[in-house]
């Protein structure tokens, strides 16, 4: 009776773990997918995930490369612009977001400031090293200037002599990039104030250093999950007025930093770049493993910056030139300014016949974000991108001598950063581990529960076959009776 007891028992113990093994197939990953929403939403009482969006607690680098110019005289009298890169000239990005607000529609406005420091362990070079590059407020001015009438074009050719302004510049890193003293910058600032982008210095990238990328307002994710990191408007706009066409003035996706969760191979990462003046689209490339963490590759499309020729949608951010070159002449004052890949990579083999230097490779030049799929967190980001002025000979303007018309390269930049130390550890212990340690578990269970259930019915088997043998007649019993 006790053994009937003990094995009743063991199969209802059984049973009941083989479902409740079973029932976690089916529930661990509802569970799974539900902490991971409770977790993401941007809240400051997640505190993780609201640290790595507010602050980015990330290694975050600027990289920088210059094209010198090897040949500036030859240039003038018409003949291929050699180039040369210079660098890497590499700095730290700190980013913050300030003036964090909260609103009742389960949305959040920030300021993100930027500001950089350089790193000379990781450059090759000081920032004190000199290069040639063409001087944008020369050549870039006499492009804008070529319509209006000789006098005047004579005139601007006057005011460039009466400040020293020559067609290439020869200057150190530090100045070209954070900005130097130029006399004809103080006087187009006093007497044509808006005309630069910029007032004070000027510099490539003067504009950006201890700066903000303007107000974000981005949904929180607390109403939907789908719309987290969403934008929702920017510096009030929820559509821009800078191109041609209602698509392409749209503002799409997120602020490119984090993306919504559950990502399949179909979906694309589109943000909004404040730097870029539009939003893009990446699109997904591969699967992949990072310190053990799956992952999936998204890279720029080859028609990111076609023309509108070869991809009618960009028609739109024309006047164009080659494929693989976006104008955002119209969100820089106008001057001929053109984005890139670096060395023209995915570009119009064209640009390459202008000048000689460039040799444009995937790996080296190819942008991308290494994302992972569950969570929308990216682990690894490098954007790269290239700027270009656009130069020719303008009559009346003799500083831009006989210039052949060309796409030059002035330098290109990479934006990159990825997850590691603790942020990688406690990331891989939540988000793989955890669920791993999961699916094991309702492995066990169902494998436990059907081994107790295999070894009650052995034993019951066992202990009906044995007293049949024990009182089954043989033949000698039978004689015997006989």
């Given at each position: 009776m006790n053994k009937s007891k003990l094995a009743i028992g063991l199969l209802v113990v059984g049973t009941l773990t083989v479902v409740f093994g079973t029932v976690l197939v089916f529930v661990g990953p509802i569970i799974i997918d539900n902490q991971i929403v409770k977790n993401l939403v941007i809240d400051p009482k997640n505190e993780m995930s609201y640290t790595m969006w507010k602050d980015v607690p990330v290694p975050f680098f600027m990289t920088v490369y210059f094209f010198n110019v090897l040949n500036p005289t030859e240039v003038l009298a018409g003949e291929?612009?050699?180039?040369?890169?210079?660098?890497?000239?590499?700095?730290?990005?700190?980013?913050?977001?300030?003036?964090?607000?909260?609103?009742?529609?389960?949305?959040?406005?920030?300021?993100?400031y930027r500001s950089y420091f350089f790193e000379p362990s990781m450059s090759v070079g000081n920032e004190s090293d000199v290069v040639t590059i063409p001087n944008m407020l020369v050549l870039g001015a006499a492009v804008m200037m070529e319509n209006l009438p000789f006098a005047v074009r004579l005139m601007i050719s006057t005011t460039f002599k009466t400040f020293k302004e020559g067609p290439f510049l020869t200057m150190s890193v530090g100045k070209l990039m954070w900005g130097y003293d130029s006399k004809l910058v103080d006087f187009l600032n006093k007497w044509l104030p808006g005309m630069l982008p910029?007032?004070?210095?000027?510099?490539?990238?003067?504009?950006?250093?201890?700066?903000?990328?303007?107000?974000?307002?981005?949904?929180?994710?607390?109403?939907?999950?789908?719309?987290?990191?969403?934008?929702?408007?920017?510096?009030?706009?929820?559509?821009?007025?800078?191109?041609?066409?209602?698509?392409?003035?749209?503002?799409?996706?997120?602020?490119?930093?984090?993306?919504?969760?559950?990502?399949?191979?179909?979906?694309?990462?589109?943000?909004?770049?404040?730097?870029?003046?539009?939003?893009?689209?990446?699109?997904?490339?591969?699967?992949?493993?990072?310190?053990?963490?799956?992952?999936?590759?998204?890279?720029?499309?080859?028609?990111?910056?076609?023309?509108?020729?070869?991809?009618?949608p960009n028609e739109g951010f024309c006047p164009c030139r080659q494929s693989g070159l976006l104008n955002v002449s119209s969100c820089r004052s106008n001057s001929p300014v053109f984005i890139s890949h670096p060395h023209f990579y995915n570009a119009d083999p064209v640009l390459l016949d202008y000048v000689q230097g460039l040799q444009p490779t995937e790996d080296q030049h190819g942008l991308f974000i290494d994302i992972h799929p569950e969570t929308g967190v990216p682990l690894n980001v490098s954007i790269r991108l290239q700027l270009n002025l656009y130069m020719k000979k303008v009559s009346g303007i003799t500083e831009t001598g006989k210039i052949s018309e060309v796409m030059m390269p002035m330098m290109w930049f990479e934006e990159n950063g990825y997850i590691d130390g603790e942020i990688l550890t406690t990331f891989h212990t939540n988000l793989v581990l955890l669920p791993m340690v999961m699916v094991y578990m309702q492995y066990c269970f169902i494998v436990l529960g059907l081994a107790t259930i295999l070894g009650v019915v052995l034993l019951y088997y066992r202990n009906m076959v044995r007293p049949l043998h024990c009182h089954t007649p043989n033949a000698s019993d039978t004689t015997l009776a006989s």
């Open positions: 291929k612009p050699m180039v040369e890169q210079r660098g890497p000239y590499v700095y730290r990005k700190h980013i913050q977001k300030r003036n964090i607000t909260f609103h009742p529609n389960h949305t959040v406005s920030y300021l993100e910029s007032t004070g210095k000027f510099g490539l990238f003067a504009e950006f250093n201890n700066s903000n990328t303007g107000l974000f307002t981005i949904h929180t994710g607390k109403d939907d999950i789908r719309l987290i990191h969403k934008v929702d408007s920017w510096n009030g706009l929820t559509k821009l007025t800078n191109w041609k066409t209602p698509q392409c003035n749209m503002i799409n996706g997120t602020a490119g930093q984090m993306w919504p969760p559950f990502m399949t191979k179909e979906s694309t990462l589109p943000f909004y770049s404040p730097d870029a003046c539009r939003s893009l689209e990446m699109v997904y490339q591969r699967e992949g493993i990072m310190e053990g963490i799956p992952l999936y590759r998204y890279v720029a499309p080859k028609t990111l910056f076609a023309n509108g020729s070869d991809y009618a």
